[in-house]
């Protein structure tokens, strides 16, 4: 074992999950930094450390430094102090207020904030409020070191440390002693098996009754984020033993004590009928908020459908004569279907694939309610697709949580039974896209008489969030649906629309090559996924560019079925980085890293922020003094702690899932048998139809043709449509 001592340089690589690092050293002695891997605790530039370990030779890298023992202290000299402050550690110190505050008070200046703080009124650019800052920030820093201390002597990555100290403030170290895994549920990015860790370590038993319901609780979580609003007992109990590795009578003993604190719902399958058959056999768990949200959504949508208009009559086929004049146009007749539906049924659902009308449909409608007087309301999921509503009916469109006005002060939304929304008529677009708790809340809004109308693409994928909404309403057979199935001419003159149809009824698409002549829809065969990866580099920054004048960053997107891999969403993002927005100037955050003009997504919803799950941004400013970073979705602009990044993923190449809802320019899809558990007809049909003028697949015909023939989408629990069939 070799001892080593110096100065954190700059810290290259942070893995959050394990604390694994590569960093720059500087060393007395040695003229260039040296690279130094392994575990350390929060390192920070300018920290001294003091590290045992071993001298090895990586093949690409070089010489490395690889850690068994590290130890880091505040450090001492100028040099050290100035990094220490200026890395972005403090909130208010960047580079610049680092080194006038080290010209300042020298080797003292760690004391000088510690014990004399009126003092840094003395540093030019620092006055009261920015001292107030600095001391809050110092104070937090000692608390943070405090929980990492307690976190690294438990085996855990001290890269939780600032998190959990934001969530728990002071009480951070004796929550974690009471109950560690409260962290899995009470902190996004820290799951159940980092809380299991630390319990273990403090000697919680590994068949306590704590563990069991609080593993319950987590595969629930996840079964929720596969999609699944409940799941059979019996499957759940084996998936939760795989787990938890303990007896199947302590789960069960579990399962009933948590239900009996009514964090989860066990309803009796036997009551549904046409369920799916596990359901019929066993039992159903929910998580306690689910439960609440599929038995309120088919409660609130039979009262909708039996309670009287709030709308006069209409004559439906005078009506018909008078919007086709308005609109000059002719309908095809399952629209005039979904017009005479519209305006004879209190909830109606209209579905139907690209270029069958559903936005004509929805001017006809509006016009039609319009004259009658009504108010009207017009919501889509998200930020993209009311911009896209708006523009296409010049009328004012909302986000589902914009028009049930979220308020994250007030706790929830403000628009409910007690407070419902002044409409008539509501159309919501895009409600493939809307899962059963969002579902549920929107609901509750709508006034009893009011006329609600879903417009979307059943064949698409279901929501992100958990259900199957859409699928469900329509299978129920309880509400009516219209489904729009001719596709108009100028759409047929579209290879995206065509195809896109042909995929849906399970036919090969016609494929085009690059070299065919120009068209909207191309296949480029390549099954070695280093090549398909520069392949796609070169599509995105020359020659879809090139040739269409399409903007790189702007108008074309990068869709994937995975997110690891080669040709998965983390590598395609790193080199898709590199390639369109390259620089040393930047801010690493654990594993990531950004710079300014990144191409980013939001992957959890931010009431506080208002910004969603899936919105698309961009990073204008990374402030290391203030340790901010601002960021534009849709020109507004947002500002984040550095902190909160966590929630920032790169999107230049996103998951197809994540892409719902949107509609982008150019579409590029890497398609490989590597894809083989996801190569599915509606994952290929999502993709195909985000694609507005030019969509390129890249990859195999074998996986092209398995995508398509897989029309087995994912069963996801669900017992929406037999709660609506019921009396």
Known sequence: MVDLQGHIE?????????????????????????????????PMPGEKVRMKGEWTNHPRFGEQFRIVFCESSVPATVYGIEKYLGSGLIKGIGPVMARRMVERFGEATLEIIESESSRLLEVEGIGEKRVAMILKAWEEQREIRAIMLFLQSHGVSASYASRIFRQYGNAAVKVLQENPYRLATDIFGVGFL????????????????????AGILFVLHELADEGHVLYPAELLIRKCQEILEIDPEIIAAALEA??????????????FPEAQPELIRDRAVYLAKYHLSETQAAARLKTLLTTPSALRPIDGEKTLVWVQEKLSLRLADNQIEAIRAAVSNKVLVITGGPGTGKTTIINAILRIFSASGA??????????????????????????????????????????ETSPLDCQVLIVDEASMIDVILMHHLLKAIPASATFILVGDGDQLPSVGAGSVLTDVMKSRRIPVVELREIFRQARESSIVLNAHRINRGEIPRLLSTQDGLDDFYFVEQEDPEKVLELIVRLVTERIPQRFGLDPLEDIQVLTPMHRGLVGAGNLNSVLQKALNPGE????????FYRVGDKVMQIRNNYDREVYNGDIGRIVRLDSELQEATLTFDGREVVYDYGDLEEIVLSYAVSVHKSQGAEYPAVVLPLLMQHYLLLQRNLLYTAVTRGKKLVVIVGTKKALAIAVRNDKTRQRFSLLSQRLRMP
């Open 194 to 213: 980092t809380a299991d860790r630390i319990a273990e370590k403090m000697g919680f038993a590994r068949d306590s009754r704590l563990r069991a319901e």
């Open 258 to 271: 948590a239900a009996g604190e009514r964090r989860i719902v066990i309803e009796e399958g036997l009551a």
């Open 375 to 416: 108010k009207i309301l017009l919501a889509a999921p998200t930020g993209r697709a009311t911009k896209r509503m708006s523009e296409a009916t010049g009328r004012e469109a909302k986000t589902i949580h914009r028009l049930l006005e979220y308020s994250p002060q007030k706790g929830g939304f403000q628009k409910d």
């Open 585 to 592: 100037e930047g801010l690493q955050r654990g594993g990531r």
């Open 10 to 42: 700059r810290v290259t690589f942070i893995n959050e999950e394990n604390g694994y690092t590569v960093a720059r050293v500087k060393v007395p002695g040695r003229r260039e930094p040296v690279t130094v891997v392994g575990g350390m605790m929060n």
